[in-house]
């Protein structure tokens, strides 16, 4: 069982109450305020599990899940004082492995983090560990998208969200399959597919935005489900079907550039599609992400107007 800890509370108190209590059982506990650190300190120094709470000043604790999960496979319990069942849905679906309200038992605690430690190898980085056969570096175009204001969706009608969510899952994971591409993951609002061929990458995110705005004039402006997209090629790592690195991160920051039902494109992608695809793109300029050295440069794809 691993034994280091990495706790994010903006309590300092309980900050401090769970680390002199896990410390006393021998574990090694870092603890952090806010979720400005979290990546930097996973990585520097690989915790085996992370207890993460939702109400974080800020960022909050979803987001932060999101950033994690977007590059890392490190366990996370999630800890807060909301009860509210909409909040543990998302963070399970976003890819916590266990969730645990306030007030809580540090005894509680501990048995639960005995017990995801012990079904969870820890894993450190996503992609570590290249020397095994079962990783390898493929060029790949990324499409990465999510749900614009799930979590307002989801406190308002929660069965009625989790219902449209599942039938636009399915949605987008069959034009994906039309378009020769494979769905990677799809935790919560997220969706991650890849695709051996740009061309066919951009067109699938076309397609998928056109079904979709057809069925959200269907539904109250307040209810409709809108995705942004963002589309990337890069080198990736593969390991065991999971895709990591820095062509993955880069879908994923482009599509948080996308307006709510649109696509944006990095410019890798752009210089491959501007002769081949019959769609107007425009400019963003060259936006400076996160984890990313270099800024990159961002197009929106115009797709209700042809070029």
Not at 124 to 135: C, H
Not at 231 to 236: P, Y
């Given at each position: 069982m691993g034994n280091k800890v990495l706790v994010i509370d903006d309590d300092e108190k309980l900050r401090k109450l769970v680390a002199e209590y896990l410390e006393g059982y021998g574990f090694q506990v870092r603890t952090l305020p806010d979720g400005r650190s979290v990546l930097s300190t996973i990585r520097n120094e690989s915790p085996d599990i992370v207890i993460l709470d939702i109400m974080l000043p800020g960022k909050d604790g979803l987001e932060v899940l999101k950033e994690i999960r977007s590059e890392l496979s490190v366990a996370v319990i999630m800890l807060t004082a909301k009860g509210d069942d909409a909040d543990r849905i998302v963070g399970l679906e976003l890819g916590a492995d266990d969730y645990l309200p306030k007030p809580f038992n540090p005894r509680e605690l501990l048995a639960r983090i005995k017990a995801v430690t012990r079904r969870i190898p820890p894993k450190?980085?996503?992609?570590?560990?290249?020397?095994?056969?079962?990783?390898q570096r493929q060029l790949k175009a990324i499409l990465s998208a999510d749900v614009k204001d799930y979590s307002r969706l989801m406190s308002e009608s929660e069965m009625w969200t989790i219902q449209i969510l599942k039938e636009y899952r399915s949605l987008i994971a069959s034009h994906v399959r039309k378009h020769l591409g494979r769905v990677v993951d799809s935790p919560g609002d997220n969706l991650l597919a890849e695709f051996g061929s740009v061309v066919h990458a951009v067109e699938c995110a076309v397609e998928i935005q056109k079904n979709l705005s057809t069925r959200n004039?269907?539904?109250?402006?307040?209810?409709?489900?809108?995705?942004?997209?963002?589309?990337?090629?890069?080198?990736?790592?593969?390991?065991?079907?999971?895709?990591?690195?820095?062509?993955?991160?880069?879908?994923?920051?482009?599509?948080?550039?996308a307006e709510p039902g649109g696509i944006a494109v990095s410019g890798t992608v752009y210089d491959e599609i501007e002769n081949k695809?019959?769609?107007?793109?425009?400019?963003?300029?060259?936006?400076?992400?996160?984890?990313?050295?270099?800024?990159?440069?961002?197009?929106?794809v115009n797709w209700l107007l042809p070029k």
């Open positions: 450190g980085l996503a992609g570590e560990g290249e020397t095994s056969q079962s990783v004039k269907a539904l109250p402006g307040e209810k409709r489900m809108e995705y942004r997209i963002g589309v990337n090629v890069g080198d990736v790592v593969i390991d065991r079907g999971k895709l990591y690195g820095d062509g993955v991160n880069i879908a994923a920051r482009i599509e948080k550039l695809l019959p769609l107007s793109c425009e400019y963003l300029g060259a936006h400076a992400v996160k984890n990313i050295q270099k800024p990159i440069r961002v197009y929106r």
